[in-house]
């Protein structure tokens, strides 16, 4: 898609910065993500981590602990794909935080061929979950132009 390396990494790093921006829209206390999916350089789809649409906003109990009925970034992302005329098949998504074991196996059946994040989560079972699907992935945590 882009003519050479040097430039596919400064578009890798500018949604990573969108990505960075959408996750401040996410209500929960505990850890904020986002998500953009690109496919043929346009933004096909966004989200970021939440209560599903009509519930309220807040995403922990009164323990601190994450509502289990609470979306993740890149499944809201995925989701807001398969509500349009959209597929995202070879596209690349790219997260604030890498993906769990969940989302991992969506992102697999979604047909993303590429994911690009900034942070590693805790368990990184998801990303080699993906690396063995034949998912290119990759980690930039230095967003520096």
């Not at 209500?27 to 009509?54: E, F, L, M």
């Not at 969506?106 to 368990?123: A, E, F, M, P, W």
């Amino acid at each position: 898609m882009y003519e050479s390396k040097e430039k596919q990494e400064r578009y890798d790093k500018a949604y990573l910065r969108m990505a960075l921006e959408w996750s401040k829209l996410s209500h929960c206390n505990r850890k904020q993500v986002g998500a953009i999916i690109v496919k043929d350089g346009i933004i096909i789809a966004d989200g970021y981590n939440g209560t599903p649409s009509g519930f309220d906003n807040c995403c922990e109990d009164h323990n601190g602990e994450t509502h289990w009925f609470v979306l993740h970034a890149e499944a809201n992302a995925i989701l807001k794909v398969a509500r349009t005329n959209n597929s995202a098949v070879g596209s690349t998504l790219y997260l604030s935080l890498s993906p769990c074991r969940e989302c991992s196996k969506l992102i697999h059946q979604s047909g993303i061929t590429r994911v690009v994040y900034v942070n590693g989560y805790k368990d990184l079972s998801g990303v080699d979950f993906l690396k063995q699907a034949g998912v290119h992935v990759a980690q930039i945590d230095d967003l520096d132009e």
